[in-house]
């Protein structure tokens, strides 16, 4: 069999682009710090992955795989140097402890005058991952490798559309490997990043306008999730399909959705066909129970989904250059600026930033809106209706007016 390895045996390396690695006829090799899902990994030389969609359940066995401990660099790297296919999914806070693994693999393969290409699929949430990575990796590398790097090493942008929760300890206690998921199977990539032929991965599709793909996961997939959670807070929801039934709450889904459609067709020329068909097997998405998804996890670090060119914030501006005013995007990002769930850190220092500065203050240095600006005043405006009305964490009345 070929080889493939995968940095990351969390949520998305297992729960994902493993599945897919397998499916596709590899031996799948994960690279990981935790101990023990390492252990029962190579113990089993395979896991369990359950797809949910409400009632319905699929339990698939994905293997033969092994895994690696990140911390052994020379095992690491022998693996990178056999490797065919590989990908990295461990978390932007966490590459920089990953790029010296690869790094040493590409040396042995040099070494060894292995002239298969490499493609890694950068599945991190990190704008331009795969030039950012590759930057990474050549910065670690001798110089005399640098031409065996350019010519035989590629970097591959994708977008992860599939949903995988958190384990929960019952489930981590009773099997370390085991991961529940939706059923979703999607891999676009973008073509340009690859070396050589696109290898044939289950269910990858690579594309050229690549861009429009990543605009479609953070403006409607990441936008729709961060709507649900913030306005779903205020409402007193706990889950996501709780808050997709709350009438003011999909007033404002639908409303924002629609006009970061508008935003993405006008930049990217899309079509607003495809756009309508992704939005309503989304909307179908978000309502599966069975994945438990709360409002809390949708919400978490409010000031990097405020970002100026994040989920929200980029959306607004969108729609704006689209000739749209964005006023259902507007009370979601004024819902996140009231989030305030006391276990999440950052969402307390937001808290904090706007005791101290106050919201148009706070507004402007955390997503880049000027309180003055047409956007920063629609924001403000929802900010206030939403302290006087969408405070209670109960279900209350509001307006509905546009």
């Known amino acids: 069999m070929q080889s493939a390895i995968v940095f990351g045996a969390g949520n998305i390396g297992r729960g994902f682009i493993g599945q897919l690695f397998s499916e596709s006829g590899r031996h799948v090799t994960f690279v990981d710090v935790d101990a023990e899902i390492v252990e029962a990994l190579v113990a089993r030389g395979s896991y369990r992955i359950e797809t949910v969609f409400n009632e319905r359940r699929t339990e698939y066995r ?26 990295t999914a461990v978390g932007v806070r966490a590459l920089p402890y990953v790029v010296p693994n690869i790094a040493a693999g590409i040396v042995k393969r040099a070494v060894a005058g292995e002239t298969r290409p490499l493609n890694l699929i950068i599945c991190e949430n990190l704008k331009n991952a795969a030039a950012e990575v590759r ?3 050549r910065d670690r590398l001798p110089p005399e490798f640098v031409d065996y790097f350019t010519s035989r090493i590629g970097f591959v942008d994708t977008v992860i559309g599939r949903m995988v929760p958190r384990p929960t300890p019952e489930m981590r206690a009773a099997d370390p490997t085991f991961i529940r998921v939706e059923p979703y199977k999607e891999l676009p990539v973008d073509r340009a990043g690859f070396v050589g032929p ?60 629609e006009e970061s459609k508008a935003g993405i067709v006008h930049r990217y020329g899309a ?41 929200l914030v980029g959306a607004a501006r969108l729609a704006e250059a689209a000739g749209r005013r964005p006023r259902r995007l507007a009370q979601g990002i004024a819902a996140a600026l009231h989030f305030d769930p006391a276990e999440d850190e950052v969402a307390c220092e937001l808290q904090r930033l706007i005791e101290r500065r106050g919201p148009g203050a706070a507004l402007q240095q955390v997503s880049g809106i000027g309180p003055e600006e047409p956007l920063g005043r629609l924001v403000l405006a929802e900010f206030e209706e939403w302290a006087r009305h969408g405070r209670p964490k109960t279900a209350v009345a509001q307006k509905e007016t546009d």
Not at 66 to 79: K, P, S
Not at 228 to 247: H, I, M, N, S, V
């Open 62 to 87: 994905v293997g033969p795989v092994t895994a690696l401990n990140g911390n052994d660099l020379e095992a690491v790297a022998e693996a990178v140097a056999r490797a065919e296919i590989g990908a």
């Open 135 to 137: 930057r990474m990796v």
């Open 198 to 257: 696109v290898p044939r991965i289950e269910a990858m599709t690579a594309h050229s306008n690549f861009a429009v793909f990543t605009a479609r996961k953070l403006y409607l997939h990441n936008c729709g999730h961060a709507l649900l959670a913030y306005a779903g807070y205020l409402r007193g929801r706990t889950y996501g399909f709780e808050a997709l039934d709350d009438p003011v709450v999909r007033t404002i889904l639908h409303g924002g959705i």
């Open 271 to 311: 079509d607003p066909a495809w756009l309508d068909e992704h939005v309503g097997d989304l909307l179908r998405r978000f309502a599966n129970r069975a994945l438990g998804d709360t409002v809390l996890r949708l919400g978490r670090d409010p000031v990097r989904k405020l970002g100026a060119e994040d989920r």
